[in-house]
């Protein structure tokens, strides 16, 4: 089988930036299985936007044999006249963007995604691209750019990592299962952590009977009203989360002992600014994903199917700094759609994940009210077997 080309399209490529995470694992291969893997693919061309201190593309370059290229055109075209590569890792994540009103950072995906259906047109083929985290931080943006994909006919993946770790205990919802209720806790800053959070609780919900037909309303809200709407969110689901967490703070960390964070006002001590995301799907299914920094460090689901009483819950477990181990479980991802051609998974998940983020930051800035979402009425079926890490 021919070694596939690979251009790696990028806002920064430096220590712990996606772009090192996920290039440096086709450049030198990942763990996989038990196994050290090496995908039959090469890097044949970078570019990248932002070159501040510490950058390490131009050193990757001459270590490894590709060339670095002004734009994405010749990147793509590896600095000939026709498409030249049989893949794209576009990674728009980390490096000095502005911030919009929503606190929503203005990475430029959408813009380096254009540039490349640009060159698929021209040159009359186009390629598989994988999109890292959210497609665009702007739904209708996001949407053009699952429409060209299915326009032009190539597998477009994208999205996080946490969907396809391990999960602690090994947990998925049967497909087709009726879900009563399901919660999600997380922590990190917004918008960049709670996508991840809200992506992962969307693998899950995705396998519901009927599949997904996307999400009708949202309301977030901050700080003591939190606390206040207690009765918004299941405490049961809350407490099966929370028992899955590796990192309970507070106590445990100040002397070891074993606590429940949901007595005696531990959660509400620990939590200085919860964040409550409520999702309201179209088929009826309401879920809330928790921010609770301060509280743990990881991120644990929690759902309760209509004919088991007791909850299902897991971790999606994630590997410390630097190796970061959970992200080579979205390479095996990647490497599947440049060598298939086909998306794993849909994107339309992360259509639907990223157009629910954008919403709930609405709500936000606009007094925390509850808003009506018409235009995610995003649908999709799940894959039927499982995507995430389970050797």
């Known amino acids: 089988m021919a070694t596939k080309r690979i251009a790696v399209i990028t806002t920064i490529y430096r220590y712990l930036s996606h772009a090192q995470h996920f290039a440096d694992r086709f450049l030198v291969g990942y763990p996989r299985q038990g196994r050290w893997h090496r995908p039959n693919m090469k890097i044949a061309s970078l570019y990248v936007a932002q070159r501040p201190e510490g950058e390490q593309g131009q050193d990757r370059a001459r270590e490894f044999g590709f060339a670095v290229y002004p734009t994405i055109a010749e990147a793509l075209r590896c600095g000939g006249d026709e498409l030249a590569v049989d893949a794209v890792l576009l990674i728009g994540e980390h490096g000095d963007y502005p911030t919009n009103e929503k606190g929503q950072v203005l990475y430029p995906r959408y813009e380096f995604f254009k540039e490349c259906v640009k060159v698929f047109e021209e040159d009359g083929r186009a390629v598989p691209i994988f999109n890292d985290k959210h497609l665009s931080y702007s739904f209708e943006k996001a949407q053009e750019m699952v429409a060209d994909a ?15 770790t391990w999960r602690l205990p090994d947990v998925e919802l049967p497909m087709e299962c009726e879900i009563a209720d399901a919660l999600m806790v997380g922590v990190g800053g917004s918008d960049p952590m709670d996508y991840h959070a809200l992506e992962a609780m969307q693998c899950m919900l995705e396998r519901r009977k009927g599949g997904e037909t996307g999400v009708h309303a949202v309301q ?23 028992s899955r967490s590796d990192t309970p703070c507070g106590l445990t960390l100040e002397d070891g002992r074993t606590q429940n964070l949901l007595r005696n006002g531990e959660l509400q ?123």
């Open 150 to 164: 299915h326009r032009l006919g190539f597998g477009l993946l994208a999205g996080s990592s946490l969907p396809v």
């Open 220 to 242: 977030m809200l901050e700080g003591d009203a939190v606390w206040e709407e207690t009765g918004a969110f299941s405490h049961e689901l809350l407490e099966a989360a929370l």
């Open 269 to 391: 001590k620990l939590v200085e600014n919860p964040a409550a995301y409520f999702i309201h799907y179209a088929d009826g299914l309401k879920a809330t994903l928790l921010m609770l920094n301060g509280a743990v460090r990881d991120y644990c689901f929690a759902a309760r199917l209509k004919d088991n009483p007791t909850p299902l819950s897991t971790q999606f477990f994630l590997t410390p700094t630097p190796n970061v181990t959970y992200s080579a479980c979205l390479i095996a991802k990647i490497e599947e759609l440049f060598e298939t051609g086909i998306a794993p998974y849909p994107a339309e998940r992360t259509l639907l994940v990223s157009g629910t983020l954008e919403s709930c930051l609405t709500s936000r800035v606009q007094g925390y009210r509850q808003i009506e979402t018409p235009h995610l009425s995003v649908s999709y079926r799940a894959p039927a077997a499982s995507q995430h890490a389970r050797r």
